[in-house]
């Protein structure tokens, strides 16, 4: 699947596009499909995210999703190093999933 | 842009003359080395400035062409044709933009003509932002460093 | 170290307005991100994977107790607590709100602080020898002389639309700590012939995916002069440096491609043209900077025995310590590379406690270091031991300067939007395993570099041990590199062959050290060694 990521401009904080809006959780994220370009252009237009662009992903069993590229999954969670300062503080295995 | 309406491409937005402004169209480097008798000529990034230095008697109006903001050769440019005692008007053209004003003004650029009309309140801010400078450029601010030693 | 005067203030505030009015302009709006982001490069602001970036400058590394203080304030108060200090002496803080950043830059102004021109296609932050001021081995104090290039380049009109970066360095001895010749410009403070102090330019040093060093443009330029040299050296590069690759902008593809002799014509001939110009400052105005760098108060007459009888302390002491031009005193290193820590990273406490302690033992001053580290400049030989004690209750007294523990990392793909690989866990591996080993010691001094990309903020290329992150179909891979050396020796590090995964680059690291200690002769480091025996060796034990 195609899912857009991107920054929020005012925050610079990863954001993910669920369809309506932007989510902060990769696991919101849904497939843009063909619409990826228009949804991209249109929400950057708006100021809403900012240096925003699709990736590859794949839907997992349990639902969650899972970006293609080792750097967008590090966005999705956070720095490896500081594992309190991710996205999910108290799933140290949550790394894992990174590498 | 905010505003694009009511102006066309090169036309002067801002302009620190009194003189006439002159408005026959500008040659290339070339051509005006070629030609006896232009007396306005634009100047594209990759062109040597000094080539005209012979000719600046002659010279009303100098156009530097700044087709990205990002291309800062024309500020050499601008100092260069300034240093050399030229008079006439040096203006910016191009990809003109607030924050590069001030800058472009140090330089020498008397008159700026912005593919994109600048909004004024902005640009009059950008103009009037810093009260002194470090550095001797081409315009009358006394750097820091004379003011310091008076 | 330098103050403000009002005309210095009055330009850090006008720059904040400034960014305040930018920023504003970018949210309703009136700029493009395309506008803004070289806007915003220039303070210092990048967009990194997790959030926006600030870069802040410490110029040529100096900073007071007051100025730490609110770094880490800012650090609790605009990111999470704690910030990280970089191979350019400069401080970066990872998790930044646009939304929040006039008031940042604000705070630090009120510190005589800024974060003007810390990224962009500009000249930047000048570094400088980090013992400047304290070194027993110094002709004069390179300091007064970056203070005023920082002043000739802050918001220079002409330059702040380079082909690219642009990165000045300045020292005053023959050993070089500051990667002088790694640098586009790197000047050294020299006597000539006369008795005469004046500068060696050294013109088109650089990493990043071509390292080159810098060849000696000019041996001697006169103080007097030396602004208007440096205007002549940046308006050649920026009139004939290359726009059409980013790759190749960079002055040192200049000077390659001309020669180190044809760029130093068009410079002097520039220079000819300039010096009729009158834009060099008045000499008073060097003299009025120098005044900021006196000495302080040194005490005469104090001790210089060590009390040595806690071998931890000696340890310290004789790891973490430089010698100082002052009978009686020393420079301390305060370590930012705990066994298994984040090399640089440091937290707000942390620079709390370094300050107070700089304000008690050194005079109020601070140096960041290129290796990541902070120095205590001037400590009194006496205090040593009290100092020690409070850092290692600080958890700031590890004992390794220089070492294999003591690794320059960039923060490659943990934070970085470049990068391959991630650099940190790399760097905590390899400290790890030979502090466990307990062989850090044995080993010497031994600088090990990481870099998660090409462009080498980690000084890969000029580490005796070197290490690039590199993308391979979408995993981390690292290269071994060796004999890289950033000192007056500076040479460019070799790779050894193919890369290694995660694990396999420790373990590399560790055979490569095998070798060193199998080969060794007397009083040989690392980098001898290899120098003495070559490439092969080495690879035999990695590959063969
Ligand atoms: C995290 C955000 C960073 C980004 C996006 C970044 C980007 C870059 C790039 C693109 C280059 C190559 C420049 C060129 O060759 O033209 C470079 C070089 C360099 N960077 Fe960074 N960097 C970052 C962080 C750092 C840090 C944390 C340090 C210090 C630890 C650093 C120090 C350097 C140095 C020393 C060089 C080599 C300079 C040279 O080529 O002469 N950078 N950086
Ligand atoms: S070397 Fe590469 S990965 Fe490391 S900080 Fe620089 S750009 Fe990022």
Redo the contacts with the bound molecule.
């Keep these: 699947m195609k899912v857009l990521t991107g920054n929020d401009l005012k925050t610079g904080l990863v954001v993910w596009w669920n369809g309506q809006e932007w989510s902060r959780h990769v696991d919101d994220a849904v497939d843009a499909g063909d619409e990826a370009n228009v949804i991209l252009a249109r929400e950057e237009s708006a100021r809403r995210v900012n240096a925003a662009y699709a990736i590859d992903a794949t839907r997992e069993a349990d639902g969650s999703i899972r970006p293609a590229h080792i750097k967008d999954r590090v966005r999705a969670l956070g720095p490896t190093v500081r594992p309190d300062l991710t996205m999910k503080p108290a799933e140290p295995e949550a790394l894992n999933w990174v590498i | 842009m905010a505003d694009v309406l009511g102006t066309s491409p090169d036309e002067v937005q801002f302009r620190f003359r009194d003189d006439e402004v002159v408005d026959h169209g500008t040659v290339t480097v070339d051509s005006f080395l070629d030609q006896s008798n232009a007396t306005a000529v634009r100047i594209e990034p990759g062109d040597d400035a000094r080539a005209l230095l012979p000719h600046l008697e002659r010279i009303a109006l100098v156009e530097v062409n700044f087709p990205s903001f990002m291309d800062g050769r024309g500020y050499s440019v601008a100092r260069i044709l300034r240093e050399a005692g030229y008079q006439g008007e040096l203006r910016a053209v191009g990809d003109v933009l607030i924050d590069q004003l001030l800058p472009m003004r140090r330089c020498g650029f008397d008159a700026f003509a912005p593919d994109q009309k600048l909004d004024e309140a902005d640009a009059q801010a950008a103009f009037d932002r810093f009260p002194h400078a470090y550095q001797s450029a081409s315009d009358a601010r006394q750097p820091i460093w004379n003011l310091r030693h008076d | 170290m330098y103050l403000y005067d009002s005309y210095d203030q009055a330009m850090v505030d006008a720059r904040v307005a400034e960014f305040r009015d930018q920023a504003r302009r970018r949210l309703e709006g009136k700029l493009t991100e395309d506008q803004f982001k070289p806007l915003r490069l220039q303070n210092g602001l990048?967009l990194?994977l997790h959030a926006y970036?600030l870069?802040v400058a410490v110029p040529y590394g100096t900073l007071n107790s007051a100025q730490m203080h609110m770094l880490a304030d800012i650090a609790d108060k605009y990111d999470r607590g704690y910030g990280?200090f970089?191979?350019?002496q400069?401080i970066?803080y990872n998790w930044i709100k646009l939304e929040e950043a006039g008031d940042l830059l604000a705070d630090l102004a009120s510190v005589e602080m800024h974060a003007i021109q810390t990224s962009g296609n500009c000249i930047r932050n000048i570094s400088s020898d980090h013992f400047a001021g304290a070194a027993a081995d110094e002709l004069v104090d390179p300091r007064p002389y970056a203070e005023l290039l920082r002043q000739w380049s802050s918001f220079h009109p002409e330059f702040l639309h380079l082909p690219?970066?642009f990165?000045i360095a300045v020292i005053a001895s023959d050993t070089d700590r500051a990667a002088m010749r790694?640098?586009?410009i790197g000047i050294q403070i020299v006597k000539n012939d006369a008795g005469e102090v004046g500068c060696a330019f050294y013109v088109g040093?650089?990493?990043?995916?071509t390292?080159m060093v810098a060849p000696l443009i000019k041996d001697f330029v006169p103080l007097d002069q030396l602004i208007t040299y440096s205007e002549a050296c940046l308006r050649v590069y920026n009139r004939y440096g290359r726009r059409d690759n980013?790759?190749k902008?960079?002055i040192k593809i200049l000077v390659h491609e001309l020669g180190k002799d044809e760029y130093a014509r068009q410079v002097e001939e520039e220079f000819a043209h300039l010096q009729s110009q009158g834009i060099e400052p008045p000499l008073a105005e060097l003299a009025r900077i120098a005044t900021f760098f006196a000495d302080p108060a040194f005490e005469s007459g104090l001790s210089t025995e060590l009390d040595r009888s806690n071998p931890d302390f000696a340890l310290w002491a004789d790891r973490n310590t430089h010698p100082h031009k002052q009978a009686g005193y020393i420079s301390a290193v305060i370590s930012l590379k705990p066994v298994g820590g984040i090399p640089?990273d440091a937290s707000a406490e942390q620079m709390h406690t370094i300050a107070d302690l700089a304000k008690e033992y050194s005079f109020d001053e601070m140096r960041v270091m290129h290796t990541?580290n902070i120095v205590l400049p001037h400590v009194k030989i006496a205090d040593l031991h009290t100092l020690w004690a409070k850092l290692e209750a600080a958890g700031l007294g590890t004992p390794n300067l220089d070492t294999i523990e003591d690794i320059?990392a960039?923060?490659g793909l943990d934070?970085?939007?470049?990068a391959n690989a991630r650099s940190i866990p790399v760097a905590q591996k390899i400290a790890t395993r030979f502090a466990e080993k307990g062989r850090t010691a044995e080993l010497g001094e031994l600088k090990l570099k990481i870099s998660g990309c090409i462009?080498?903020?980690?000084?890969h290329h000029a580490g005796h041990i070197g290490i690039l992150g590199v993308d391979k179909k979408g995993t981390e891979n690292y290269q071994l590199l060796l004999g890289g050396s950033e000192a007056q020796d500076t040479s460019l590090a070799k790779i050894t062959g193919p890369g290694f995964d995660e694990d396999g680059i420790v373990d590399a690291v560790e055979k490569a050290t095998d070798v060193y200690l199998a080969q060794r002769q007397q009083g040989e480091r690392f980098l001898d060694t290899y120098r003495r025996i070559g490439m092969d060796p080495f690879k035999e034990a990695l590959y063969g």
């Excluded at chain 3, 934070?415 to 470049?418: A, F, I, K, Q, R």
């Excluded at chain 3, 462009?455 to 000084?459: F, K, V």
Aim: proline content about 5%; aromatic content about 8%; charged content about 20%.
């Design positions: 990048y990194q970036m870069r990280h970089t191979t350019r400069n970066q690219r970066k990165k790694l640098h586009d040093g650089g990493m990043g995916r390292p980013k790759y902008a960079r640089g990541q320059i960039c923060p934070y970085c939007s470049l462009n080498a903020c980690g000084h």
